[in-house]
């Protein structure tokens, strides 16, 4: 099993900038993936960024240029930096890992972020 925390989310203006971590423990090796999804509307989740054990990455169109995802193999954790926020960035931002086979894709509890005046 892998157990997820995510960290950062909080109340910023828009034009800021944060940055969400997510460490990742218990049985972590032979992780496929990582990523961080956002809940936009209820039971909706969409793929914001991910990053493959490789260090290939992938973004959604509207991340592109603004979010930056990476890691830290030595602390077990990955970031997601989030520059010149908008309002519509606003929502809960899960973390997320694929492992093993069948793939089994695991889950953080999600952190807050909003983005407002």
């Known amino acids: 099993q892998v157990q997820l925390v995510e960290s950062g989310g909080g109340l910023v203006q828009p034009g800021g900038s944060l940055r969400l971590s997510c460490a990742a423990s218990g049985n972590i090796f032979n992780i496929y993936s990582m990523g961080w999804y956002r809940q936009v509307r209820a039971n909706q989740r969409e793929l914001v960024a991910d990053i493959t054990n490789g260090g290939s990455t992938n973004y959604a169109d509207s991340a592109k240029g603004r979010f930056t995802i990476s890691r830290d193999n030595a602390k077990n954790t990955v970031y997601l930096q989030m520059n010149s926020l908008k309002p519509e960035d606003t929502a809960v931002y899960y973390c997320?890992?694929?492992?093993?086979?069948?793939?089994?894709?695991?889950w953080g509890q999600g952190t807050q972020v909003t983005v407002s005046s």
């Open positions: 997320s890992a694929r492992r093993g086979w069948p793939m089994t894709q695991y």
